[in-house]
């Protein structure tokens, strides 16, 4: 194992990942509870999310000071840094969507509800994968390849779904320009966690081949 030097730091990459995981399933259901106009529980999961975010954050640093300072696993280092790095992104991504649904309140029509819902499933289970992915490349190599192709074929998906949503958007005829242009804004930033999902598994190939050719 890459960190068979010490085990706390391994433990403490995982509740990173963890938390990243939590932020994915925190958005994903603070978007239902948006749609279902569930506003008491909507304020709750922007509550989960900050604290999420700022505890993965708080995380993060203290692994990259004990990587430094205890100069541990220094080959893969930079890899290491670059991973938790783009990882915390992903985490920001998923908690910037949720308060901008709070900020700006789009009025998305019910009939586009299951659609908004299908996407955010989609695009959190590219989250899902990707975070399998990254825990494999600590402890379970051969399943890295499995979990980046999983990622790929759900941001594939999510890509499909926001394409599909956004044309519905615009054919309807009960919205006006202004409107459709506000909620499928919502519908692109929903589909760009699955990207950055994306962005670290390509990383992440990078450094498995770095680390094994």
Do not use: W
Not at 176 to 189: A, C, E, P, T, W
Request: contains cysteine.
């Amino acid at each position: 194992m890459l960190l068979k030097k010490t085990k706390k730091l391994e433990i403490q990459i995982d509740e990173f990942l963890d938390k990243v995981l939590n932020g994915g399933l925190v958005l994903k259901q603070g978007i239902k509870y948006y749609l279902n106009n569930q506003t008491e529980h909507f304020e709750e999961s922007l509550k989960d999310i900050d604290k999420t975010e700022n505890d993965a954050d708080t995380l993060r640093r203290t692994i990259e000071t004990k990587l430094y300072m205890h100069t541990l696993i220094p080959e893969q280092r930079g890899d290491v840094l670059g991973l938790l790095e783009s990882t915390d992104k992903v985490l920001n991504s998923c908690k910037e969507v949720l308060f901008q649904f709070s900020v700006e309140k789009p009025a998305i029509p019910e009939e586009f509800s299951k659609e908004y819902i299908d996407l955010a499933d989609t695009s959190v289970s590219a989250v899902e994968c990707m975070i399998a992915a990254v825990r494999s490349y600590f402890s379970e190599f051969q399943m890295v390849r499995d979990n980046i192709n999983k990622t790929l074929f759900f941001e594939k998906e999510s890509d499909k779904l926001a394409d599909k949503l956004k044309r519905d958007i615009f054919e309807n005829k009960n919205l006006d320009l202004s409107g459709k242009m506000h909620i499928r804004y919502f519908v692109y930033h929903v589909d760009e966690i699955a990207d950055a999902a994306e962005d670290v598994c390509d990383r992440l190939s990078i450094a498995v081949i770095k680390r094994y050719g």
